[in-house]
């Protein structure tokens, strides 16, 4: 396998002058070539007034050494840039392994399982993911939540209601296994080359869908409404688990994916003895601007070219105070969505469709929190800390499930707002206008009026007045870590318990969660042996 970067292409020319480029790169003609595959694509648009797209390639050849001979510019050669399974292992499984949660990691723990033949058993708190849908749109439409069922809890997990963001800086080979199940269920073929891909939530519900149709085709079974209320250690290890306080499992090995939203199942955890620690991580608001703005600042005069869709960006900066200030889970042509899961408490996140043609565009705008900002030297403080300012965000937008809600005119101004400018909120059930500071840290406040004029610098329009704050958000990330060994990946003190994902503060996106859980399902593979399940 050969790998060609650097093949570039002006934004109005046709996507096959990559192959002929790249030939010509080569010194080939296509009687040499065996396999040709676009490995990723990306946008240029760091010149003024020129966009263009930049690929790299791979290729099989019928005599790689010929070509290499002559050492051509931007060319590597590759082992395999394909997932290959793991060598299983010889002991006796005695139990099914269990995996508790349904998204990234939880999902792919469990088809890789079920791939191999350990037919494993998937437990999910919440709804399937037809339920959940519905169970959802009541919410944002009438603020009637349902704490079973809501845009943190079921099937798919909380990525199944965001952009769907499939990007990552993660250099595995996994992360080509994620991408091409994605696809073989129901994904767009380009998220194996877009350098920012992207599923969006109305595809990815149907893509969780069949990746749980085709666990249970392969001997794996799946049960929602069924959350993990004990887990029973003895002598150090896993011996059994109990759902729904009512039904126990005898379980050899856990796979525990829960999410960074389930806090009484890390209370649970805590309890169970597992050792935990403190996490940092972020809090701010959702910002939204007209994505026709965005377009223009990132695109100029291409801002309407059809190749190009929707914009985005990635914005940081430093503070005095010492704090960080970013942009979070862009939403090209998105909408702030409503994310409780708790009573009482109020939490937004972004969300785009595949096409990202609606007129806003969000993201997270960001503070970073460090652990020694919470109260309590307590693992699970951070917990309290999210719970506190969700709380006071609930009452502040009318304890109705209303955001509060601040133009950023006013808020740079410290002024309350009363109604919307030119950009219409997209957060349903609806916005109450207000001075958004009074439901987040002071440091939070203080740095987030620095950062925008700092990000004002990097993207024109970023700060403009009647761009809207929406608050709040907490949940970047979790707050707290389950302690688990490098190697094994176990938890640190109790056998077989394998901390897993996002939840356990050991990713940080779709694809890094997934990965996560390919790794701990490879643990037990590469341990046991499927025969005889």
Known sequence: MIRVSNIKIDIDDSIDLVKIKTYKKLKINEDDVISFNIYKESIDARKKGIISFVYTVDLELKNEKKVLKFKPKDCIQLDSNKYEDVEMGNLEIKQRPVIVGS???????????????????????????????????????????????????????????????????????????????????????????????????????????????????????????????????????????????????????????????????????????????????????????????????????????????????????????????????????????????????????????????????????????????????????????????ESLAFKKGGANYNAPAQLVGNFLNGKPSEKAGSVTPSYRPGVKWCDISDCLPDFVIDSLKEGLVKLNGKLKGFSMGDAVMTGIETRSSAPVRIKRDRDTLESVNIKNLFPCGEGAGYAGGIVTAAVDGIKCAEKIITKYSSEGR
């Open 103 to 389: 998204g990234p990691a939880g999902l792919f723990a469990t088809l890789l399982l079920a791939q191999r033949g350990y037919n494993p058993i998937l437990i999910e708190r919440g709804m399937d993911v037809d339920t959940r849908s519905e169970d959802i749109e009541n919410f944002w439409k009438s603020g009637k939540l349902n704490t079973k069922s809501n845009v943190q809890f079921g099937e798919g997990g909380a990525g199944t209601f965001s952009d769907g963001k499939l990007t990552t800086r993660m250099k595995d080979i996994r992360c080509e296994k994620v991408l091409s199940e994605f696809v073989k269920f129901g994904a767009p073929e380009d998220i194996l080359y877009s350098h920012k891909p992207h599923v969006g939530t109305d595809i990815l519900k149907d893509v969780v869908k069949n990746i749980r149709k085709e666990i249970i085709r392969l001997g794996g079974e799946v049960f929602f409404d069924s959350k993990l209320t004990s887990i029973d250690v003895k002598n150090g290890e896993i011996s059994s688990i109990e759902i729904n306080e009512s039904k126990r499992i005898d379980c050899q090995h856990l796979i525990l994916a829960i999410g960074h939203s389930a806090r009484d199942t890390y209370k649970m955890i805590y309890e169970c003895g597992a050792e935990m620690e403190q996490k940092p991580f972020a809090i701010g608001v959702r910002i939204e601007h007209p994505q026709e703005m965005i377009n223009k600042s990132q695109y100029g005069k291409f801002y309407n070219h059809k190749r190009l869709g929707a914009a985005d960006y990635r914005l940081t900066a430093q503070t005095s105070n010492g704090r960080s200030v970013y942009t979070f889970c862009m939403c090209p042509g998105g909408m702030v969505i409503a994310s409780a899961n708790s009573e009482n408490e109020l939490v937004t996140n972004g969300m785009s469709e595949h096409s990202r043609d609606k007129e806003n565009a969000n993201s997270g705008l960001l503070v970073n929190v460090e652990t020694k900002d919470f109260d309590s030297p307590h693992p699970l403080a951070g917990l309290e800390f999210q719970r506190k300012y």
